[in-house]
Structure formats: structure tokens, C-alpha cells
């Protein structure tokens, strides 16, 4: 089955992963947390294994107030340029499943690429879930060798937000897992709903 817009008739609302859950919120930025963690010393590891140039040393390092500036004006960017291609895969997927351009935003506390009116097979929407995760840190690790050892700061940090931010991808990812492979997801920004065969 293709992506649809019509719900086939023999198909019922089962249940909904719902963002605007504020307690479901609060876990997922927990979980954020030890996420970022986990992937900082993950993704150092990878560096320091990549590069025969580091050691055990540092990737990070600041010399006074205008490094600072200079620093914190990257970190800003990093921010919105992951945000932009994190989003950006997702929306590529919505429309290499269905050929329709998908809807993007912005909203406290995330940003999201959706399609609402349209019901992908669990499959479809487990790929759309996971390609930026994939993709972007795939694409991350590679630079981790190539880059100057000055710049290493600003892949790590990409990929520590891009692992981070993938939070709420990894717990539908997780949720879809756990419901019949025969069943249609509808992204509505807010909310994924869950369809499935009477």
C-alpha cells in the first residue's frame, strides 16, 4: 500500500502519540538530556578513533572574549542549520513518499516537517522517523575525519544536537515499533495518530 489520503474503510483510529502531552514533554527532554550525554562521549570517541592528530585532548578551547562571541554566534548557527536539514530530511521523505511538498514550522519547543491529510504505512513513516538520525549523523561522522581540527567543535556540536534533537523521532520510532505492521500513521506537527485494521 501506497501512502494514501483517503483511510481505507476497514481501518479505525487506534491511538495517538500527542506533543502537546506536557508530561510526555517532560520526559522526552530528560531523556533528551542523557541523550546528549551519551552522544557526547560517543561521538568524542569516534573523533579521537577517526584521528591520528588528537590524542586524548580536547576539541574545544577558548581564547578570550571575542572567541566567545565568536563561539557562541556558531553554536547559534549550528542550532538553526541542523534544525533546517533535521527537518529538511524528514520533509524529503514525506515527499518520496507521496510526491506532495510537505508543510514545515516552527513551535515552542521543537520544530517539525508533517502531512497532515495523508496515512503512511508504519514502514513508510519508521523510515521518515529515523532518515534524519541516519542520514545527518552518517553525513556528521564522515566530516569528524575530514575536517581541521579547529572546525571538529562545530561537527561535534551538529551532531550532538542533530542525536539530541532526535528525541521525540526515537520514542514514535519506538511507539511504531509496538503496533501492527499493517498500520497508517498521520503526522498532524502535534501529534502522530494511529490507524488501524478492524
Known amino acids: 500500500m ?33 541523550l546528549t550525554i551519551f552522544f557526547l562521549f560517543l561521538f568524542g570517541k569516534i573523533a579521537i578513533w577517526l584521528r591520528g592528530d588528537l590524542g586524548e585532548g580536547l576539541f574545544f578551547s577558548i581564547n578570550g572574549p571575542v572567541d566567545i562571541l565568536l563561539k557562541l554566534a556558531g553554536i547559534f548557527l549550528i542550532v538553526i542549520l541542523v534544525m533546517v536539514l533535521h527537518e529538511g530530511v524528514h520533509g524529503f521523505f514525506f515527499w518520496l513518499f507521496t510526491q506532495h511538498k510537505p508543510v514545515f514550522g516552527i513551535k515552542i519547543g521543537y520544530a517539525y516537517a508533517a502531512m ?51 528525541v521525540g523521532d526515537l520514542a514514535v520510532v519506538f511507539w511504531l515499533l509496538l503496533k501492527p505492521a499493517a498500520s497508517l500513521a498521520m503526522d498532524k506537527a502535534d501529534s502522530i495518530e494511529l490507524y488501524t485494521p478492524k
Open 2 to 34: 501506497k501512502a494514501t489520503q483517503i483511510l481505507p474503510e476497514n481501518y479505525s483510529f487506534d491511538s495517538k502519540f500527542d506533543l502537546r502531552d506536557k508530561k510526555l514533554l517532560i520526559w522526552l527532554n530528560v531523556i533528551g538530556l542523557f
Open 116 to 166: 497532515p491529510g495523508w496515512y503512511f504505512q508504519r514502514n513508510q513513516y519508521l523510515i521518515i522517523g529515523l532518515a534524519p538520525f541516519v542520514v545527518l549523523n552518517m553525513l556528521g561522522i564522515f566530516l569528524l575525519a575530514l575536517v581541521p581540527v579547529d572546525w571538529l567543535w562545530v561537527v561535534l556540536g551538529s551532531l550532538l544536537m542533530n542525536s539530541s534533537g532526535a
